[in-house]
């Protein structure tokens, strides 16, 4: 009873439910072994340094989960409407969102790569000293996050990979004003506004679920996509990133009402149940 009352009015669990399966590679066939294919092993080792059980690597493969989706839904979108990105951005946005989003995808598992490209950064980022606002070497910390996008591109060059992914993994901080010296960019490139949406994203979730892996209320999922939303603009996120995003975060709602649905239905012996009808975004959570 206390779910269902919780679960109308946008419950922690719901949240958690839904952004398990936006940040999840699962249904989407093949991605992980193509990246495997495609991207330098000398890459792929500096990755393998982050333990699969560390917070980190779940953000390295929801990131690059979602910047998929998020591609390929964009490419739905230009399909409908083809004036939406044009030139640059279009192709652009024809090599993320080929094969499923295999670039894309790829561009989020190494986009925080400097974060482990040095002793001294994985000394810091794989360092699970708590909540990080409360370390000693906080301000070490500060520093390092300012710089990490840079470091990240720099493990990049001369690695072959597309100068658009190596861009977009530089300036995927752009809304944050760094890399330094380029605050200013007047365009990011496109994987950069993509990841920036699904980065932002990731990390408002994984702050708050729970050490033990629960889950604790600080913001609903309505509350998270207002924030990001009230960064569309100049110098904040791409409207039409976001958009994407609330289409792909109404489509989970849709499946996950359906499912509820059913398993209502089952257990309260009604054969058909209707199914509720597709929410808009502003009723979300
Ligand atoms: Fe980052
Ligand atoms: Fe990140």
Same mark, same amino acid.
């Given at each position: 009873?206390?779910?269902? +009352?919780?679960? =109308?009015?946008?419950?922690? +669990? ?6 398990? $399966? ?19 092993? $000398? ?5 393998? $340094? ?25 490419? !739905? ?14 192709? !652009? ?39 990080? !606002? ?58 950069? $506004? ?24 600080? =913001? ?19 409207? =039409?990133?976001? !958009? ?34 597709? +929410? ?6």
């Amino acid at each position: 009873m206390q779910f269902r +009352r919780e679960r =109308r009015s946008g419950s922690p +669990r719901r949240d958690h439910a839904l952004l398990t $399966r936006v940040f999840s590679a699962k249904g989407m066939a093949g991605l992980e072994d193509i990246f495997e294919l495609s991207v330098p092993e $000398r890459i792929q080792e500096q990755l393998r $340094r982050i333990p699969p059980d560390h917070l980190e690597y779940g953000h390295s493969t929801g990131v690059a989960a979602l910047s998929a989706r998020i591609a390929c839904k964009l490419a !739905e979108m230009q399909r409908d409407n083809p004036s939406l990105f044009k030139g640059k951005d279009a192709e !652009e946005l024809m090599l993320l969102s080929a094969d499923s989003g295999a670039w894309a995808y790829a561009m989020g598992r190494i986009h925080d790569i400097g974060k482990v490209s040095t002793e001294e950064m994985r000394e810091l980022f794989l360092n699970n000293a708590g909540n990080w !606002e409360d370390r000693e070497d906080k301000e070490q910390l500060i520093r390092a996050k300012e710089k990490h996008a840079a470091l990240s591109a720099k493990e990049l060059y001369h690695s072959g990979l597309p100068p658009q992914i190596i861009d977009g993994v530089l300036f995927h901080h752009y809304p944050k004003g760094y890399p330094h010296g380029f605050d200013e960019i007047e365009h990011p490139p496109l994987g950069a $506004r993509i990841l920036a949406v699904a980065d932002s994203l990731h990390a408002m979730w994984t702050r708050q679920v729970g050490k033990a892996g629960g889950y604790i209320k600080r =913001r609903s999922l309505r509350e998270q996509m207002d924030d990001l939303l009230s960064k569309n603009g100049a110098h904040g996120y791409d409207p =039409r990133v976001t !958009e994407a995003l609330l289409k792909l975060v109404r489509e989970e709602n849709n499946l996950f009402m359906r499912r509820v649905s059913r398993s209502r239905s089952l257990t309260s012996g009604i054969k058909h149940l209707p199914i509720r009808p597709g +929410r808009e975004p502003r009723d979300l959570p």
